[in-house]
């Protein structure tokens, strides 16, 4: 059977799987709907079964095409990967990177990029990262980005994560701050005013995350969706907040801002790569993690 079977219809079907969708896998192959559709209605009469069904407005796999995936997806990767391997990746080739990663990280990617002469024709685009861990790794999946940068532990086995560089938390308030100079006690940090933000993923407020202690109740003045955001609203008032020390020091200067060490024990801030199995190997996916950590592993 194997000698008359067009490989290429286990890679529609992969697509059409992941997506669940003929729209999207259409657009990740380049292909038109009718092509798709085409080549799906080939694999399941070679197949002798129904692969997918309508559900709602998309369409849903059966338990055969279940199984199909657990059998076929780990071939179709390891050809792949074989025939990528080939060839080197080289940056005369027009290529873009989707890279997920938090406010603090992409703000010092942005920079070193601009900087970098030395990308050809590639390009690195950044993303925030998804507030849900199942849609990350969906995305990922799916090859809706080429890898994250994360600090949550993931203990998916379909991926790997490498180290990049450690942050800490800090304390900021604005400079001429009537109470707060160069240093706050315990005692201060709970009476001053908050300027707060929760990690939507977590949920829980980025000072409890990383403090060794159980924080008491603050006097919140603002709840804040952005690092950037919270940073402005402490410049312009006598609130406080506790943000990541690498995003203070880019911008407490600009901002008129006092860094200020925590008065509490704090848990590093540990970021890393977080890639699929499947492009560990990747000349293209080793090129790009070897990128970031040249941008982003000081010395």
Same mark, same amino acid.
């Given at each position: 059977m194997l000698e008359k079977f067009d490989l290429n219809l286990l890679r529609v079907f992969s697509a059409v799987y992941r997506h669940q969708s003929i729209t999207l896998a259409a657009?990740?192959?380049?292909?038109? @709907?009718? +092509?798709?559709?085409?080549?799906l209605k080939r694999l399941q009469q070679q197949?002798?079964? $129904? #692969?997918?069904?309508?559900?709602?407005?998309?369409?849903?796999?059966?338990?055969?095409?279940?199984?199909?995936?657990?059998?076929?997806?780990?071939?179709?990767?390891q050809i792949n990967n074989a025939l990528e391997n080939l060839e080197e990746f080289s940056t005369e080739t027009p290529h873009?990177?989707?890279?997920?990663?938090?406010?603090?990280?992409?703000?010092?990617?942005?920079?070193?990029?601009?900087?970098?002469? @030395?990308? +050809?024709?590639?390009?690195?685009?950044?993303?925030?990262?998804?507030?849900?861990?199942? $849609? #990350?790794?969906?995305?990922?999946?799916q090859r809706q980005a080429d890898l994250a940068i994360e600090f949550s532990n993931h203990t998916s086995s379909s991926f790997f994560t490498e180290p990049l560089f450690d942050d800490e938390m800090c304390i900021i308030a604005r400079k001429g701050h009537p109470r707060i100079t160069g240093s706050i006690s315990q005692d201060e940090f709970y009476r001053e005013k908050h300027i707060t933000l929760k990690l939507r993923r977590e949920q829980a407020y980025l000072a409890d995350y990383f403090t060794e202690v159980s924080l008491k109740e603050r006097k919140v003045a603002a709840e804040c969706t952005s690092l950037i955001w919270q940073m402005s609203m402490v410049s312009s008032s006598d609130c406080i907040a506790s943000m990541t020390r690498s995003l203070a020091n880019e911008l407490a200067d600009k901002l008129g801002l006092q860094i200020i060490p925590m008065p509490f024990s704090t848990f590093p801030i540990k970021y890393q790569l977080f890639v699929h199995n499947r492009d560990k190997k990747s000349p293209s996916n080793i090129w790009l993690r070897e990128k970031l950590k040249s941008y982003l592993i000081e010395g």
């Open positions: 657009d990740e192959m380049g292909m038109t @709907q009718p +092509g798709v559709s085409g080549l197949v002798g079964c $129904q #692969l997918f069904i309508r559900s709602g407005r998309g369409i849903a796999p059966t338990r055969q095409a279940q199984e199909l995936i657990r059998q076929v997806e780990p071939a179709l990767i873009k990177f989707v890279v997920y990663t938090s406010e603090p990280v992409m703000l010092r990617l942005m920079t070193k990029i601009e900087a970098d002469n @030395q990308l +050809g024709n590639v390009t690195i685009e950044l993303h925030p990262t998804r507030s849900n861990e199942e $849609q #990350l790794m969906d995305d990922l999946n």
